[in-house]
């Protein structure tokens, strides 16, 4: 079981970046990727790891915290197993490692880390002035 992220790297203050997410060696016979829910998490220095959007694969449910909301659109492509997270309007406050993660069903979008079962390994997001 495996959640890759990429798309991070460095980005000028209003600019854009889109994370990808994509899932591999799931059991998808037994569970198909559209009845996962996969959330985007972020965590800064010094800070608690947070939510910041998910996405219920199946029914295309999304939740966003208030902080990114109308500035991130989060997206997933069933056929590919892949989430992806556009992040526009970027600020300093977004600089953080943004990790994707999974929750097996039955489940629904949350922003609470607790729900998630498999976490991908990271990705840096550095937004400068």
């Known amino acids: 079981v495996q959640l890759v992220e990429s798309g991070g790297g460095l980005v000028q203050t209003g600019g854009s970046l889109r994370l990808s997410c994509v899932a591999s060696?799931?059991?998808?016979?037994?569970?198909?990727?559209?009845?996962?829910?996969i959330g985007w998490f972020r965590q800064a220095p010094g800070k608690e790891r947070e939510g910041v959007s998910a996405?219920?694969?199946?029914?295309?449910?999304?939740v966003y915290a208030d902080s990114v909301t109308g500035r991130f659109t989060i997206s997933s492509d069933n056929a590919k197993k892949t989430v992806y997270l556009q992040m526009n309007n970027l600020k300093s406050e977004d600089t953080a490692v943004y990790y994707c993660?999974?929750?097996?069903?039955?489940?629904?979008?949350?922003?609470?880390?607790?729900?998630?079962?498999?976490w991908g390994q990271g990705i840096q997001v550095t937004v400068s002035s």
């Open positions: 996405i219920s694969n199946g029914d295309k449910k999304v």
């Open positions: 993660a999974a929750d097996e069903p039955p489940s629904i979008p949350t922003l609470d880390n607790d729900w998630y079962d498999y």
């Open positions: 060696g799931f059991p998808w016979d037994v569970l198909p990727f559209d009845e996962y829910v």
